[in-house]
């Protein structure tokens, strides 16, 4: 395996290119990884290989993955400490993102955690289990398990802000958010990425995408292929079979061409399906089949 500090000349397809994430210093590839599945089930406690998760990270970063999405409420804590074990001190052009605005309950529920005081904590616990003395980004995450709500975000936006005045964090992005909180966040402070429930079957955001493009800010959806439940579609594995991909791959490589600014972070704690997460970066979809897929958000209704 490559030393973590070099760079793979020739990552697949260049993992569908770049953008600049999260300024113009820098460019992440567009496919990444999320973190979440290396944690125990339900997000909870440890994993059952926890040298397997180490390997996974090393893996991914030698395949050339450098943006790679957490939080320290996952586990709780465990991920993060994953991560710095696997790949401390950190490689030259890793974006690491984390999350707060949730905390876990002792029955491992998922508890609302917005005020000034847990915010500080919570990126005092990422840093932490990082080994950072500063955090690249932090989404503020704002909905619930059922998606955005309507709650303001300027109280606890600005508590954020302020840590990054005290060089805490670099820069700021929200999550689980509406159009209207984007709006209300941008006006508060400067706004890296967006990250929400988004793909072939949840088009909710499809006008809040290009108007982010047009503003150079990345767009980070998560699930995929649907959610906890994954999408069930005719049309996606027929598309699939012909393209002799996987569904997985399909509903990447769509949201690859959705749109430049779109980053995406699949997780997984199997090596397999990291190499094919990324293999994804290679698949191209012709128009005929795009306006097929394009057809499965119509017909669930979204």
């Known amino acids: 395996m490559p030393a973590l500090n070099s760079t793979p000349s020739n990552p697949p397809a260049a993992l569908a290119g770049s953008f600049p994430f999260p300024d113009a210093t820098r460019r992440v590839h567009r496919l990444g ?31 050339g993955v450098n943006h790679i999405d957490t939080s320290d409420f996952y586990g709780p804590h465990i991920t993060n400490q994953i991560i710095r074990q696997a790949l401390h001190p950190y490689p030259e052009g890793l ?15 998922w508890k609302p955690a917005l005020s000034a005081d847990e915010l500080a904590a919570a990126v005092h616990d990422n840093l932490r289990n990082l080994g950072l003395d500063a955090l690249e980004v932090v989404n503020l995450r704002v909905g619930g398990a059922h998606g955005p709500s309507n709650a303001p975000v300027e109280a606890p936006l600005s508590a954020l802000v302020k840590l990054k005045e005290q060089g805490l964090i670099r820069h700021l992005g929200l999550s689980n958010v509406t159009p209207a909180q984007v709006a209300e966040g941008r006006k508060i402070t400067p706004i890296v990425c967006v990250q929400n429930h988004y793909n072939l079957a949840h088009r ?25 439940t994954p999408l069930q579609s005719s049309t996606l594995d027929e598309v699939a079979a012909e393209l002799e991909a996987t569904p997985m791959q399909v509903a990447l490589a769509w949201l690859l061409q ?29 128009a005929e089949l795009v306006a097929r897929l394009d057809g499965i958000a119509s017909a669930a209704g979204k």
């Open 204 to 228: 909710g955001d499809d006008a809040l995408v290009g108007e982010l493009a047009g503003q150079g800010i990345a767009y980070v959806p998560f699930f995929p292929l649907g959610g906890f």
């Open 33 to 63: 990884y999320g973190a979440m599945q290396l944690a125990g089930k339900m997000v909870w406690g440890p994993p059952r290989d926890p040298d397997g998760a180490v390997a996974l990270l090393r893996e991914a970063v030698t395949l």
């Open 258 to 286: 959705r749109s430049p600014n779109v980053l995406l972070i699949p997780g997984t704690s199997s090596a397999e399906h990291l190499r094919d997460n990324l293999d994804a970066a290679e698949l191209e979809l012709p």
């Open 95 to 109: 974006v690491i993102v984390t999350k707060v605005g949730f905390k876990r309950g002792p029955d491992k529920s």
